[in-house]
């Protein structure tokens, strides 16, 4: 009844594609300041938009008894360019995230198991704390410095999501005390005492 | 022994504050293209950063048999300016969230519960689905059109996250059939008949 | 009289250019979340800024009796990174262009002969409706469903541009009838019924 | 048959609504960098997205034998927030707009009449300059010097818009001589005689 | 000559003002997400545009030996929503700007007296670390860790430029030392001795 | 005492990295609509976060008696993608920077030696001037005209801050002398005399 073909040019605009709907990263691809190159639209298959990491536990037999599973664009091609990602947070019983910032996103956490104390502290110095037990949501402003701890006797678990696809993640321990920076510097930046310094750079893998 | 007074005028930065930190919504402000205005720090306390509202099961009794609970900047006042949201969907079995857009923001699905068919198509006209299980992730570009099915004989159960504090919710059949556009207007801007449209009008609260 | 030399370092800043004043699309580089790779500077020319395209009337021969006319970054290679668009929309006596989104933009339409019936819907499903005539404009807030049909005896034709070079154009019904979602699938979505869906895919080329 | 009632909360969130949709320009509230303070969407009728301002010649009875008439978000409520706005171009035979600059916005340029003969100065000093017939468009990146003249015998039209609601307007002439700068410091920074500053100060109005 | 009048209209645009070339913060006004409310531009004067507060050496009698002035929207009204402020930093010998962040801004420091020695620690706990003399610039990547340090036998002076008006600050020993978060908490999340941080809530403030 | 290497994972996330800690640009690469490519983060050093070409008095033995040195993305690679830039200006007795135009970028100026007199022209055509001494600090707004001019009778220097890594620079005087614009054209957009025209083609090396 209606011709058909008249339609078609309509809705096929002309090549080049214009990475108007998504940006699939293509991690051979030179990266630009807001994310990865974008793999061609022809050669994006729809598992591509799926990231299934965040349904197993993570590896929590370690010191803070804790592990993050990133979904990050790094990890979750689909989410490049799109202006979100997310992570999995499993806290064994006695388990911690250090004290840490995302220099490049907010972030929401939504615990689904378990009950977890988090807290963040502002730029003029206030902490704001909560303790968070299934269902309940909480948001940590970008760049700002924060924690969970888990505040039960059974792991604790949490999705968490991000208002970047690479927010980024800077545990203040490890930027201290697992890199080479001197003791004496530190000391003189952080008003730590020397041994405190070495002890942490112990265990964290530092040296200086 | 060390001067403490001295010390603080480094931190304490002269007011008027700059909001740099967050902007927790002030509903009885105006609001900007960007979002709603901000209650001042001294008046936010803790419990603002924490929503509990995603911890309950929505009412899927009806027609649909799902539920969105939304945690948006109108009812999450912290996440007004961080470019982030959240929502829990419930999905009874055989329950849709039916074909939908979010004009202002790209959606990440993690299932928590039960297993859900999902997809979304692209401007190319293409489709992309999957099924996902408890753990699963998919993201949906922001704009594009897209659906989530209960795919299991379960309730399921997912945490969703928006790339904004107001992604907005645009659901197809109550644009077209729950308003007073003329019938005629919509067969013409859809191609439906007429008896098609008068039905879901009837079902959804439409008239005209 | 002024020595003309030493001036010249002031302005002739030390390559690599830095990209600042245009990006005309290469389509043969990698793209990226915010568009297509820049061309050198050097290498563009006047023309590249010209397009002529929007000058000849659409072929409205068709089922929609219209005709979209794109001068998006993917046919208009300069307007790639400036945050702008536009197109030339050709409406036969009875022609429509059926409901639609652009997921990455806004429109803002004028029209330039005939009469257009125009129209958008909210998040709240309210609709925006109006009858534009030559020199009048309408504009359709990003992301939300919207049509234009011709309402008077005449061709009608209008210049629309958008809030950005690629603004994409998903069009409801080719979403879900041009292609191979199943009948079922669009039924739970959509409360289309199955005749509806099956009639319409046969016209749109959809199958399933 | 389909109980409503129990739907209609998934699409009736909870006031306050969110500004996600579109911030209509509410003039009588306080302006924030990115705009207007927006309208209570309750208040917002359809003919607010509507300007039919365009549709009149300009008064081209002045010196330039050109006018300018804007539908920005001063005069269009509704682009406000939408990264979008536009103007209307009358060029009589003769006709120019004098060097100019759009702080905020790139500019595209669709001729409806006549011939404009335009060009623009890139921050290399290089001109890129083109004659512009009924139908061409022509891209204007942000803020650079840019003109445009009537290369016909007949009035020329043109529908212009910008990648902003707010575009901002620098006429390079009105910026030096239509005020009270004084002709030694223009001497300084422009390099002009004074005979020149004091005769063109006379024709627009500017003192000192 | 040339007739006046007819022309200023091109200028003119009706008011209200658009706001699109600067936003002087008014400080009584709302804050919106991005900045504060703009001051009517006929209540602004030129001195708004300057700030003299970077003139005079700040107080570096404290235990840090420093002090920071910042010239922020807060106390540089102009800079609100331009995306940029300054500061100035002086350093006595011996002075130290403590391991801090500016969790929206990167920073650019330009030596102007002295010596210092400077770092910053990536996501992946890389230090980047430099001695900077007068006239030497480093730049600090948005929300990471860094430190100033004066490494020479004089007071040394640095102006810093930051990408928002608005760049806050959050000095880490403050942040976890100057409130009242606890200290097993604080042992929990960073790993320090009780002794260390009673030590240090002794000489910042803090409680608990 | 702790076992180090369970916690590794937490922070080494699988490459590809994500880029949201820098992009020191990669010149070799193609460059988008934000700016340049990123280098490998493994291939970045400290270095290339120190700039030091503002260290040393720039030429002024020009007609202009000033110079500027700039550090934006295209001579200091580690701000692009960074919001921020930077230049040294250096005015001797006399001395100008000619009124000018940075497309991209506000720039914020702290004199460091003499005394400068600066302004701008808002849109409205209205002057914002200022007197600036050691340590004062002066704002110019996006896109619109400013200049600089030594008013003492020492060279002046001043450190400038830009909110974009790449702001452009347009000098009014070179767009319109120092190219092949034909002087009718010249006359017809500026309507300057021809003579005056002639004169500053001349000097600046322009044609036609």
New interface residues.
């Given amino acids: 009844?209606?011709?058909?073909l008249?339609?078609?040019?309509?809705?096929?605009?002309?090549?080049?594609?214009?990475?108007?709907?998504?940006?699939v990263a293509?991690?051979s691809?030179?990266?630009?300041?807001?994310?990865?190159?974008?793999k061609k639209?022809s050669a994006v298959?729809?598992?591509e938009?799926?990231?299934?990491g965040?349904?197993?536990a993570g590896?929590t037999?370690?010191?803070?008894k804790?592990?993050?599973t990133?979904?990050?664009?790094?990890?979750?091609a689909?989410?490049?360019?799109?202006?979100?990602?997310?992570a999995?947070l499993d806290l064994a019983p006695g388990g911690?995230?250090?004290?840490h910032?995302?220099?490049?996103?907010?972030?929401?956490l939504?615990v689904?198991q378990g009950v977890i104390?988090a807290?963040?502290?502002?730029?003029?110095?206030?902490?704001?704390?909560?303790t968070?037990?299934?269902?309940?949501?909480?948001?940590?402003?970008?760049?700002?410095?924060h924690?969970q701890?888990n505040a039960g006797g059974i792991t604790a678990v949490a999705?968490v999501?991000?208002?970047?696809?690479?927010?980024?993640?800077?545990?203040?321990?490890?930027?201290?005390f697992?890199?080479?920076?001197s003791t004496p510097?530190i000391q003189?930046?952080?008003?730590?005492?020397a041994e405190?310094i070495l002890?942490?750079k112990k265990?964290?893998?530092g040296s200086g």
Avoid: W
Avoid at 61 to 64: E, G, K, L, Q
Avoid at 78 to 86: F, H, P, Q, R, Y
Avoid at 96 to 99: D, H, I, R
């Fill in positions: 009844m209606f011709p058909l008249p339609l078609l040019p309509l809705l096929l605009l002309p090549s080049p594609s214009s990475a108007a709907d998504f940006c293509d991690f691809g030179p990266t630009s300041p807001l994310g990865f190159s974008c639209e298959t729809a598992s938009f799926v990231f299934s965040l349904g197993a590896n037999n370690n010191i803070i804790a592990a993050v990133p979904a990050f664009a790094g990890q979750f689909a989410v490049n360019g799109l202006g979100i990602s997310a999995r911690v995230v250090p004290l910032t995302h220099p490049a996103a907010s972030e929401l939504v689904t104390s807290g963040f502290i502002s730029s003029a110095n206030t902490p704001y704390t909560a968070l037990r299934k269902g309940d949501a909480m948001v940590f402003p970008q760049g700002l410095l924690y701890v999705i999501s991000f208002s970047s696809p690479s927010p980024g993640l800077q545990i203040t321990d490890f930027a201290l697992a890199n080479n920076l510097l003189k930046v952080t008003f730590l005492d405190q002890k942490l265990v964290l893998g």
